[in-house]
């Protein structure tokens, strides 16, 4: 069963850090872009950062270039996001996604550009 899941997210206090994570199963994720996205409540979900297989290159959003970043440990088929200096309008649901592609492309960013989602995992940045 081809499957991605989420976990690291939390409650964490406006300056934190987090750490999450994207495991695959049931298909190796070396030939595979990922990408982390977000959905706050009432918002449309958001490109926050790819990452191409191809190369590593990857892509931020204005809003998080900085202070997130993603890397991918093929050995261990996990992508991660690495998240300091966090605010609290960075409170959503982040998703990972994946598809079959070397590169994340100048459209990286479009929900549609990805075919395999996680569940989700809520991340809340308060005080």
């Known amino acids: 069963q081809v499957q991605l899941v989420e976990s690291g997210g939390g409650l964490v206090q406006p300056g934190g850090s987090l750490r999450l994570s994207c495991a695959a199963s049931?298909?190796?994720?070396?030939?595979?872009?990922i990408g982390w996205f977000r959905q706050a409540p009432g918002k449309e979900r958001e490109g926050v950062s790819c990452?191409?297989?191809?190369?590593?290159?990857?892509y931020y959003a204005d809003s998080v270039r900085g202070r997130f970043t993603i890397t991918r440990d093929n050995a261990k088929n996990t992508v991660y996001l690495q998240m300091n200096s966090l605010r609290p309008e960075d409170t959503a649901v982040y998703y990972c996604?994946?598809?079959?592609?070397?590169?994340?492309?100048?459209?990286?960013?479009?929900?549609?550009?990805?075919?395999?989602w996680g569940q989700g995992t809520l991340v809340t940045v308060s005080s």
């Open positions: 996604a994946a598809n079959d592609r070397p590169m994340c492309g100048s459209r990286w960013y479009e929900v549609g550009s990805l075919d395999i």
């Open positions: 049931g298909f190796t994720l070396d030939y595979y872009v």
């Open positions: 990452i191409s297989s191809s190369d590593g290159s990857t």
